[in-house]
């Protein structure tokens, strides 16, 4: 029987591989010239496995609706905002708008509501898009095996999600009600994917909830297991800082610019061939600096809100109290659109972005070649 991530994690403040050894002291302090080697080295294995090019994304937002309550979150489902789940012509024109700035990988993204978000809906959704993207990923409520079956079947590919927090403690806290309770389940989320049959995984820990480098070790050792244990599967792995969003969560733990720029070299270091995702969450300029340094993907011109890139579900918005549906009220000049998940920071337009990667030296690759050119050699 294959020992669980479980078993590892919880036996990791005594029991660390060499390779995790290794990373631990990667993100200990360090010196400026230390932190500039580190630099080089992260620079380097990341043109040796990716070339000069950065693969650019964008999160398509098709629900806001959640029954689970988490403390830092603002789709949280006592947050008294204004829901929507997009009908699956709503997500089409969201979809084609994406398309027309140039993106052809999506992650399509959706808070934990069995109800509205369906493994049927979400099947429809990827159906509906599956001609116009090379790749399409879903970033949901963690499932069972054979509920990703028909997703997959529809043309997914790719599959993320975060942990939030690897602390047990700190991750009772922070889940107050709802199925996300089950930190095990979700743990085991990425497996349950790959089992499934989807290429792409992608984990991560929400930067803030603890310690940042407890977070870190745990996330180099769960990152260590799928490699082994999920080899088939290209691996990546998002470190979202927390943001402000509804609800007012103050994040406990902060993690300045350096140490993200140290850690992002420890992982590269690390694990050479590893995806890293940096999300609009992060403000332009420091983007702009970690993308050579071994950032790998990013998503651009993001909204965080369903409907959010032309408008669409307004007919159908509501509020929510405490779990119950009532009439939306607008306050005074709110805008009448559904409530995003965080605030973004880079706000710059996909095609800004993809000019600044050119300065830089680097490709802008909006598509995903890997499927295209399996295709072909299989025709």
Not at 50 to 69: H, K, Q, V
Not at 177 to 184: C, M, T, Y
Not at 204 to 222: T, V, Y
Request: aromatic residues 8%.
């Amino acid at each position: 029987m294959l020992m669980s991530f479980a078993e590892t994690l919880d036996s990791l403040a005594l029991r660390k591989s060499e390779l995790i050894e290794q990373f631990e002291s990667l993100i200990a302090p360090k010196s400026d010239q230390e932190l500039e080697a580190m630099a080089q080295t992260s620079r380097s294995l990341t043109l040796q496995n990716f070339g000069r090019t950065m693969r650019l994304f964008a999160p398509l937002y098709l629900s806001n609706e959640c029954i689970n309550n988490c403390r830092y979150c603002g789709f949280s489902r006592d947050n008294p905002i204004l829901r929507v789940t997009l009908g699956v012509d709503e997500v089409v024109a969201e979809a084609q708008h994406l398309a027309r700035q140039g993106f052809r990988q999506i992650l399509l993204v959706a808070g934990e509501q069995p109800k509205f978000v369906s493994r049927d809906y979400l099947a429809e959704c990827v159906r509906a898009l599956a001609s116009d993207f090379s790749s399409i990923s879903i970033e949901v409520g963690p499932m069972e095996i054979e509920d990703y079956v028909p997703i997959i079947e529809a043309g997914a590919e790719g599959l993320v999600v975060y942990q939030e927090t690897y602390n047990r403690g700190v991750y009772a806290e922070m889940h107050t009600a709802g199925p996300k309770r089950d930190f095990n389940f979700r743990l085991d989320c990425a497996e349950r994917g790959y089992a499934a049959g989807f290429r792409r995984l992608g984990i991560g820990a929400l930067i803030g909830l603890s310690r940042w480098q407890d977070e870190a070790i745990a996330l180099a050792a769960h990152l260590e297991y799928l490699f082994k244990h999920c080899w088939q599967a290209q691996i990546s792995v998002s470190l979202p800082r927390l943001r402000p969003a509804a609800g007012g969560f103050r994040p406990l733990f902060s993690m300045t610019d350096r140490e993200l720029v140290q850690l992002v070299c420890a992982l590269r270091i690390t694990f050479p061939q590893l995806g890293i995702v940096l999300s609009t969450r992060e403000r332009a300029s420091l983007r702009d600096s970690l993308v050579l340094l071994g950032v790998t993907m990013m998503s651009a011109g993001s909204h965080t809100e369903p409907g959010g890139y032309t408008r669409q579900g307004r007919e159908h918005l509501h509020r929510t109290v405490r779990g119950r549906i009532v009439a939306p009220e607008y306050q005074d000049g709110e805008d009448q659109l559904a409530t995003g998940q965080f605030e973004i920071s880079d706000e710059r337009s996909p095609a800004e972005i993809a000019a600044v990667l050119r300065r830089r030296g680097l490709e802008p690759v909006w598509k995903d070649w890997d499927q295209a050119l399996q295709g072909a050699m299989a025709s």
